[in-house]
């Protein structure tokens, strides 16, 4: 039996522990995390060993050798270029002619090979995955097998939403020679997201092996440091280095340590080192060979490795510090903070939690360091939201903060590219879109600033002057404190989560692009922005139909930057309007829910007295809408869509509308009556967008007050929702009162309900079990269709609670519906 240890990643998310040597080196226990792959071979009796190479492979190569110290025999494949996992081993061929194992030389198991080799060959399987369950698979590959094993879908680092069992791909595989075939040589080929795939398609014999045994992708500074702490707590059937002196303190030979020392285990001292008088050692401290710690100093679960030196009456919790560092006396390093090798820090200096410093840098004597002064990632969970990037301005979302995300935004971005940026009339938006431009403008990106100006007009000055993307800034329709960074692509749609990662990875690595002083960017103010918008919108309705109705209309701008657009097109629909609020006034952008609830009262109130056929409020971006008809009455946004699709139905392009799966099944028996075709989308904006942008799609539309017509822009725009609405009322004929009346009523209900992070992927896992004898749709979360409505639940991607609605023929019902859900994920949870 022979294996292939994969041994060629670069542990980019590790830095700076990895900055100068591969993620396979990097010590566990004061040895390689590759030497304890080896070491579970050579126990299940693999010693026949090809050991694949790629980022710097001679470091590798020099410690192992040929693995005759460890009892093994080593053979090396070097990749002079990036293979992907698939071809690099498709790189060892030539020592592969029997059945083989792969697995990582970078991650931390006990896994009992025999079985998975017995299962493997039960199964007389062409591959078999090495599957584990998890609390958050949502960085992993996920599996789906059935109960005999045969696996039926993978899911490669999916979204909660996509997330429908906790088994994950371990890179553990027991492979046949056979699979090379569908491996192209010279090719970088990944074995999860295509030679697998390409298994399953062909119906050949691929099964999960679920491993009851303790396993550990250390792929980030967390999972590095909890591998520690799992093997000192008995996780794993892995044992510290050294002899045991009590239950929980390992020492290793040579090692002294004072008799005033205060070691509380579990605790792991390497060879060598010296522990001097009244240090304190704390759980799950791990030091390394050859480390020195002077007197009075407190180590609590910090990692130090090799040949490091601690001065007197240093503070080290919750870090993990390089080999060759010198920390001098008085020291305080505190949690989450990751020092590179051979760095020195000065006495009395404070590094502040989180922050990462690179390999060889001196940070000075009282020097107090908040951020990280080399670049790199800090390991949180994501930078952006639902809704772009929001905080509270001045604490979260900082004018420094915003230089570095337009830096990494720009880096993502080809040099010289042009981007759109807007915001409202508030200062904090102001202050943070300067801040952008000057990142942009070093990042070698030109910037085009509308000024004050709706979101809309933002998206639609990227789709006609073809620019690479844009950004809005605004404060939050519901608090002034709160301020949202809106990106958008090319398309003038929100940013694809692709998008997002690579500018958090950027943002977080501060790995951005510096350019010569003659690439700076530079920053220019278009003069007809609001005039060709306006041009461009009413090319896109019929003015004549709309004009020869006369409508009277009366419209809130809620004092936002909407009123600095309506006036430029208004004119041409030959309305007569009652403007409410028209003028821009920064301290009463965002209204409370009681606020907003006043305006609407308001608003209805405008209507009725002046006998308009509807009103309007238009929020803060000016891309939702709310909507009072003519005699008055405020209409939901849920049952506003529905009108919206039965107008579109009726008088609208012909197409398909799409609907997000969680709005009312009502708007299928809605767009049936006139031949219409629904097609639903995930929750996320930006699927709806996606979604609106395909051809043949004319309208889609959400339970937020947000609706697009696809033939002006794929984005939402209160304006151009205005506009079609009159347009569609105009063909229409009848009263928007009328028209409410008429639709049928729907009976939904929505409620959220606490799941912590870790217990998501179980609660998704059980929820497909128990969907059994349901018609089940997976398109995002899980979705029961029921003879009387339906369930859909989905895990909220920024916050630890599920999402659950519910729709059924009566009130009443879809209120129970929401409560069985929410006490069954209760009782996981």
């Not at 980019?12 to 396979?24: A, G, V």
């Not at 004072?258 to 060879?271: E, K, N, R, T």
């Not at 401290?285 to 007197?312: K, P």
Request: proline share 4%; glycine share 10%.
């Amino acid at each position: 039996m022979k294996a292939v240890v994969m041994a060629g990643g670069e542990g980019t998310r590790l830095r700076p522990l990895t900055s100068n040597q591969p993620k396979p080196m990097v010590p566990i226990f004061n040895k390689p995390i590759m030497e304890y792959t080896i070491e579970l071979l050579k126990a299940h009796g693999i010693t026949d060993i090809v050991v694949t190479l790629q980022f710097m492979p001679q470091m590798i190569r020099n410690y192992f050798g040929d693995g005759s110290d460890l009892g093994v025999d080593l053979a090396y494949a070097v990749e002079l270029e990036p293979l992907g996992t698939a071809g690099s081993v498709k790189n060892a061929e030539e020592h592969l002619d029997e059945t083989f194992l792969v697995i990582s030389g970078d991650a931390l198991t006990d896994m009992d090979l025999g079985e998975l080799l017995e299962f493997h060959k039960k199964k007389q399987s062409m591959a078999t995955i090495a599957l584990k369950s998890v609390d958050n698979p949502l960085e992993f590959g996920v599996v789906i097998a059935n109960e005999h094993g045969q696996i039926e879908r993978f899911l490669e680092k999916p979204t909660w939403g996509e997330i429908f069992s906790d088994t994950i791909n371990t890179g553990v595989y027991v492979l046949e020679p056979e699979v090379f075939e569908y491996i192209e040589k010279g090719t970088a080929v990944d074995f999860s997201k295509e030679v697998f795939p390409k298994l399953l398609a062909d119906g050949k014999p691929l099964y999960g092996y679920v491993t009851p045994k303790y396993w550990c992708d250390v792929g980030n500074y967390e999972q590095y440091v909890q591998a520690h702490q799992d093997v000192m707590d008995g996780l794993a059937a892995i044992e510290p280095p050294g002899i045991k002196m009590r239950e929980d303190v390992w020492v290793g030979d040579g090692a002294y340590v004072d008799p005033s020392a205060d070691i509380a285990g579990p605790v792991v001292i390497g060879q060598n080192a010296r522990i001097e008088k009244d240090v304190e050692l704390h759980e799950y401290s791990v030091i390394g060979n050859n480390v020195v710690i002077r007197s009075g100093t407190h180590c609590h679960r910090t990692i130090l490795w090799e040949n490091t030196f601690v001065g007197n009456q240093a503070h080290l919790h919750g870090a993990v510090v390089g080999k060759h560092c010198d920390l001098r006396n008085g020291v305080r390093v505190s949690q989450g903070v990751v020092i590179g090798d051979e760095c020195v820090i000065g006495e009395n200096a404070v590094v502040n939690h989180d922050v990462k410093i690179y390999p060889f840098k001196t940070v000075d004597s009282g020097a107090v360091i908040n951020t990280s002064i080399i670049w790199e990632t800090r390991g949180t969970r994501t930078l952006f939201g639902k809704e772009g990037v929001t905080g509270l301005v001045g604490i979260d979302l900082t004018p420094d903060l915003a230089v570095r995300l337009a830096m990494a935004y720009g880096t993502s971005l080809p040099k010289g590219s042009d981007v759109v940026l807007s915001g409202d009339v508030s200062g904090p938006s102001r202050m943070l879109k300067r801040a952008m431009i000057a990142g942009l403008n070093n990042a070698g990106i030109n910037c085009r600033d509308v000024r004050v100006m709706p979101a809309p007009v933002n998206r639609f000055n990227i789709i006609s002057g073809q620019r690479a993307g844009g950004i809005h800034v605004q404060v939050s329709d519901a608090d002034s404190q709160v301020v949202t960074v809106n990106f958008y692509d090319s398309r003038g749609r929100d940013i694809p989560e692709a998008d997002k990662r690579e500018i958090e990875r950027y943002y977080y690595r501060g790995d951005f692009r510096r350019v010569y002083f003659t690439e700076i960017g530079k920053a220019g103010f278009p003069a007809r922005s609001r005039d060709d918008y306006a041009e461009g919108l009413l090319r896109a309705v019929d003015t004549d139909i709309i004009a020869e109705r006369g409508f009277k209309v009366v419209i809130d701008y809620a004092h936002g930057s909407a009123s600095l657009t309506f006036p430029t097109f208004l004119g041409a629909l030959g309305c007569e309007v009652i403007s409410l609020n028209a003028h821009t006034e920064e301290d009463r952008l965002s209204l409370t829910p009681d606020e907003r609830e006043g305006r609407l009262r308001e608003l209805a109130d405008t209507v009725d007295l002046f006998k308009a056929d509807l009103g309007v409020l238009i929020n803060n971006s000016g891309e939702r809408a709310d909507f009072v008809d003519d005699h008055g009455q405020l209409i939901s946004r849920e049952r506003m869509l529905m009108i919206m699709v039965d107008l579109v139905s009726r008088h609208g392009e012909t197409g398909r509308i799409a609907l997000p799966l969680s709005v009312s099944g009502v708007g299928e028996v809605i767009a049936s009556r006139a031949g219409r075709e629904i097609e639903r989308t995930k929750l996320s904006p930006r699927a709806l967008m996606e979604k609106a942008g395909e051809s043949g799609v004319v309208f889609a539309g959400a339970e937020d007050g947000s609706y697009i017509f696809s033939s002006f822009m794929p984005a939402p725009d209160a304006a151009a929702t205005f506009c079609r609405l009159l347009e569609l009322l105009a063909r229409d004929g009848r009263a928007l009162s009328e028209i409410r009346l008429d639709v049928p009523e729907s009976f939904t209900a929505q409620r959220n309900t606490y799941c912590s992070w870790e217990r998501k992927g179980l609660v998704m896992r059980k929820l497909i079990e128990r969907s059994t004898g349901s018609e089940v749709e997976m398109l995002d979360g899980v979705k029961y269709h029921e003879n009387n409505g339906w369930v859909l639940v989905v895990p909220d991607p920024d916050k630890p609670v599920f999402q659950v609605y519910a729709e059924a023929q009566k009130s009443a019902m879809a209120e129970k519906k929401v409560d069985d859900i929410i006490d069954f994920i209760n009782s996981l949870v």
